[in-house]
Each structure stands twice: as structure tokens, then as C-alpha cells.
């Protein structure tokens, strides 16, 4: 191996110890307890080495947030594929749902202000989503909003989570009529918004 080979294999792999030391302190203590000067006692290096690797505490964050958006798409593909037709709206919603109370700090992540540049981290988990539920009526229009506010409101501790009881409900909600209707209300929203989007 050369030397060159072998510092960039060094540099890497410190890269992958602070962002995973970073999105450990965030799960057990929250993202406010993440620091240059933590992470550097955590892991024993320098802040100066830290900062040869990230710029900021923000590009930290996205560095979790791009992990976290991996597993959890992946999550949504392996449970789509996994399961019949019928069932996958709510094998799709168990496995989101349960991927963003298991991994707090990295759903949070995904979702800070300012962490996702151009949308990359968003349209990946759209994506996903519309292949998985590309089989039922205004689904896959409706699938994400509703799965991502029961994240939101189970994170924020304003409902108890459970995603048996969240999952078989959204499942419920885009079946049949009530799927056109869930496209009526939640479509013509998020389109009337997208329409007031600045052109870039």
C-alpha cells in the first residue's frame, strides 16, 4: 500500500469517527451537545484536525443527515420489496416510522433548515416513497406528509409513538376513496405550494 493510499484510508476513516461520535452524543443528549471542543475530548483529536475535516458543526449535521437518508430509503426499499402489493403502504409506513424513533438526532438532521442543499437529501426519500407506492391512488402524494408529521409530533413528545397502531392508520387512510380524498386534500395543497416556489 502506498503512503498516499494509505493517509487518505487514515483520513477517512477519522472522517467516519467524528460523524459517528457526533451522531452519538446527538442521540443520547441531543444535537445542542454536539461541540468542536466535545467531539475533540470524545474522540482525542485536535480541534484544528477536526476542522481539516469539517468546516463547521452544520457540515457535521449533513454528514449524518446523508447517512441517515441512506438507511432510511434503504429501510422503505427493503420493506416494499419484502412485502405483497396490498400490504405495502403499511409495511412502508412501519418501517419509516420506526426508522425516525429509532434514529432521533439523524431524522432530525435530514430536516434541519440549512443542512440539505438542493434538495438532494429530500428527493431521495420522495423518491423512494413514490416507488413504493406507485400501485395506490394519491398515495404516494399523501404517504410522506403524513408519515413525516407522526415523526414530527412522536419526536417532539406531543403523541406516544407506536408504530403498529401509526402505521395501520395512514395504511387505512390511502385505501379506496379514502386515498382520492387524501390526494384532494393534501395534493391540491402541496401543489398550490410548490406553484409559489421561486423559479431558481
Given amino acids: 500500500m502506498s503512503v498516499e493510499t494509505r493517509r487518505q484510508r ?3 476513516e477519522r ?3 467524528i460523524v459517528d461520535t457526533a451522531r452519538r452524543i446527538a442521540q443520547t443528549e441531543g ?11 470524545d474522540i482525542e483529536y485536535s480541534q484544528p484536525v477536526l476542522y481539516s475535516h469539517f468546516t463547521s458543526k452544520t457540515a457535521i449535521m449533513a454528514a449524518v443527515a446523508a447517512d441517515g437518508v441512506t438507511e432510511l430509503v434503504h429501510a422503505i426499499d427493503e420493506a416494499a420489496h419484502a412485502i405483497e402489493p396490498a400490504d405495502r403502504i403499511d409495511a412502508v409506513a412501519r418501517a419509516y416510522l420506526r426508522y425516525a424513533a429509532t434514529h432521533r438526532a439523524v431524522y432530525e438532521a435530514i430536516f434541519t433548515p440549512g443542512i440539505d442543499s438542493g434538495d ?9 416513497l413514490d416507488a413504493a407506492a406507485t400501485e395506490r391512488d394519491g398515495a ?3 404517504l410522506w406528509p403524513l408519515l413525516h408529521g407522526i415523526a414530527s409530533l412522536a419526536g417532539d413528545r406531543h403523541i406516544d409513538y407506536t408504530d403498529t397502531d401509526h402505521a395501520r392508520a395512514v395504511a387505512s387512510l390511502l385505501s379506496g376513496e379514502r386515498a382520492r380524498t387524501a390526494r384532494l386534500i393534501v395534493g391540491g395543497k402541496l401543489t398550490r405550494a410548490k406553484a409559489k416556489t421561486p423559479a431558481q
Avoid: P
Fill in 140 to 142: 404516494a402524494l399523501a
Fill in 15 to 17: 472522517r467516519r469517527l
Fill in 120 to 128: 438532494a437529501h429530500t428527493a431521495r426519500i420522495r423518491d423512494a
Fill in 31 to 41: 444535537w445542542e451537545a454536539v461541540t468542536t471542543r466535545r467531539l475533540a475530548n
Fill in 10 to 12: 487514515e483520513r477517512q
